[in-house]
C-alpha cells in the first residue's frame, strides 16, 4: 500500500513563509513526477507546482517567484517552501506523486491534504 503523508501546514500571517513536506512509504518500484495541489472552499482543485525525477519544475503563475518546490529521491520527499504568502494562498494543499507500482505500470497517488490558512 503506498502512502504520501503530508505535513507543515498551519496558520500565517499575510507576508509570512511556510514549509510544506511530503514523504511517500510504501512498496513500489519508483517514483515520477511529484508535485502540490491545492483547493479553496468553493473552486476546483488547481496545480501549485511538480517537480520531475530529474528536477525540471513547472509552477502555477500565482506562485511563480514565491513558492520553491524540490524533492529527496533518496528519501522519496516532496517539499514545497512558500515565501510572501497571500490570503489567497488559503487553501488546502493536497501532495501527489506518481508512482511505479512495477517497471510498467503508474498509478496517480494524493496525500490526506493539509491545511494553510493565510490571515492577519
Known amino acids: 500500500q503506498v502512502q504520501l503523508v503530508e505535513s507543515g501546514g498551519g496558520l500565517v500571517q499575510p507576508g509570512g513563509s511556510l514549509r510544506l513536506s511530503c514523504a511517500a512509504s510504501?512498496?513500489?518500484?519508483?517514483?515520477?513526477?511529484m508535485g502540490w495541489y491545492r483547493q479553496a472552499p468553493g473552486k476546483e482543485r488547481e496545480l501549485v507546482a511538480t517537480?520531475?525525477?530529474?528536477?525540471?519544475?513547472n509552477y502555477a503563475d500565482s506562485v511563480k517567484g514565491r513558492f520553491t518546490i524540490s524533492r529527496d529521491n533518496a528519501k522519496n520527499t516532496v517539499s514545497v517552501q512558500m515565501n510572501s504568502l497571500k490570503p489567497e494562498d488559503t487553501a488546502v494543499y493536497y501532495c501527489?506523486?506518481?508512482?511505479?507500482?512495477?517497471?510498467?505500470?503508474?498509478?496517480?497517488?494524493w496525500g490526506q491534504g493539509t491545511q494553510v490558512t493565510v490571515s492577519s
Open positions: 501527489n506523486a506518481n508512482i511505479y507500482k512495477t517497471a510498467y505500470v503508474t498509478n496517480d497517488y
Open positions: 510504501g512498496i513500489f518500484f519508483s517514483i515520477n513526477t
Open positions: 517537480i520531475t525525477r530529474r528536477g525540471n519544475t
